[in-house]
């Protein structure tokens, strides 16, 4: 069985891909992506549909592998799409209690694109870009009592 994922892909943002949403079909992966874009876009091609005004792409990507980690107690550890054996797209990390920690995108097995660190009570507690495996950009990290950002970090990325 495939497993399909919609991304994301903003025109101003210097290439960031974001993963929206996973399905077990192509039909259930347009349907999203039309209801997205307001059943109206300017073209379609054989992975992606692109907004009226240019400005989003979506594109669907077939990923053959949906792979779950568990911990000894058989809570759900990570969970994620793999491709030729490598993570691929949005994965998704647990602590033993249940609870979302963290969630990563990968490509073709290395970090790359949005990651967002989670707190108690799903509250994001940080969040910034990779680059090939690198941190790049802000980072941005905020209280998990209050929400106050707590601090900023900048990283740069050079061959």
């Not at 949005?114 to 108690?120: A, E, Q």
């Not at 994001?124 to 209280?143: F, L, M």
């Amino acid at each position: 069985m495939s497993y399909f994922v919609v991304e994301e892909k903003s025109s101003d943002d210097k290439e960031v891909t974001t993963e929206l949403q996973s399905f077990h079909s192509k039909s259930s992966a347009i349907e999203f992506i039309l209801k997205k874009l307001n059943y109206s876009c300017v073209a379609i091609n054989p992975v992606g549909f692109i907004s009226l005004d240019g400005k989003i792409e979506y594109r669907i990507r077939e990923i053959l592998e949906l792979r779950c980690c568990r911990y000894p107690n058989g809570s759900k550890e990570s969970e994620g799409p793999v491709k030729d054996g490598l993570k691929e797209g949005l994965w998704r990390y647990y602590s033993r209690n249940g609870e979302l920690d963290l969630e990563m995108r990968y490509k073709n097995g290395i970090l790359n694109g949005l990651s967002t660190i989670f707190g108690r009570y799903r509250r994001k507690t940080g969040e910034g870009h990779y680059q090939d495996g690198r941190k790049v950009g802000v980072w941005r990290y905020w209280s998990d009592v209050d929400g106050e950002i707590i601090r900023r970090e900048q990283y740069y990325f050079s061959d």
